[in-house]
């Protein structure tokens, strides 16, 4: 059945709306409908009509924002994708992919498919080098900048203060004991499917990172492991650097 041009436009902008709060939730999440109405431009019953239809979709799954960090009051709502929202953002090469990879350690072994991974995560880092070298040796201005790579990549990427305080570090609400410094996060993978199954791209990413940006980062959750977004911590003290990772 043919639908009237003057319904379809509004379904088609509305389709697109959705997509933009999916997309922004995969960036910024956990967010509150509040913070997706100022990033997107929307007003706040707009964008709940969105999450209330991405969460019965099964898109989206809701969590509350602890009351210690926002004062008294009743908890606010926040969203994160789900892991049926990651596989709607996912690219079906993605499973040929891993297909392909299946085949590669079965031929060749294990070892293969690391050399893959390292030469793949390889051509990224010479790109990003040149970008990290524009920014100068402070680390946050180089994270800044790797930042904005990786979201150009497709890793929705961002970065955040991180200290010593609970709730300002890893998934578990603690950070790396005696640390501060940044939390990169990457709100998207690319090969996150493949990811699952081979955790050599989530070792050679992650040793691309402190070779990047001069210190010994540390990565605390992974999207492939079932968590919401990748985290990995970036430590600014100086003593720290030692252009090392730990996996």
Do not use: W
């Amino acid at each position: 059945m043919n639908i009237p041009a003057a319904t379809a436009v509004p379904l088609v902008l509305e389709s697109r709306t959705r997509d933009r709060v999916l997309q922004a939730i995969s960036e910024h999440g956990p967010v509150t409908a509040t913070a997706l109405a100022q990033e997107l431009g929307l007003t706040v019953p707009a964008v709940r009509r969105h999450l209330e239809n991405l969460t019965d979709s099964g898109l989206i799954d809701e969590r509350e924002v602890a009351a210690t960090s926002r004062g008294r009051g009743r908890p606010a709502r926040s969203f994160v994708l789900s892991e049926s929202g990651h596989q709607a953002l996912e690219s079906d090469y993605d499973h040929l992919a891993t297909e392909a990879l299946r085949f590669l350690a079965t031929e060749a072994g294990p070892d293969a498919v690391r050399r893959f991974a390292e030469s793949r995560v390889a051509l990224l880092e010479e790109r990003y080098a040149a970008e990290l070298a524009v920014a100068g040796t402070d680390t946050a201005a180089r994270v800044e900048a790797l930042v904005a790579a990786l979201t150009r990549d497709g890793f929705a990427a961002s970065a955040r203060p991180m200290g010593e305080a609970p709730g300002a570090g890893r998934g578990d609400g603690t950070a790396p004991a005696g640390l501060s410094g940044i939390q990169l996060c990457q709100g998207h993978c690319p090969v996150q499917h493949a990811a699952r199954e081979f955790p050599q791209f989530c070792d050679a990413e992650t040793d691309a990172f402190s070779r990047l940006l001069g210190v010994h980062v540390q990565r605390l959750a992974t999207l492939a492991h079932g968590e919401h977004v990748c985290t990995t911590f970036v430590p600014t003290k100086s003593e720290l650097s030692t252009g090392r990772s730990t996996r």
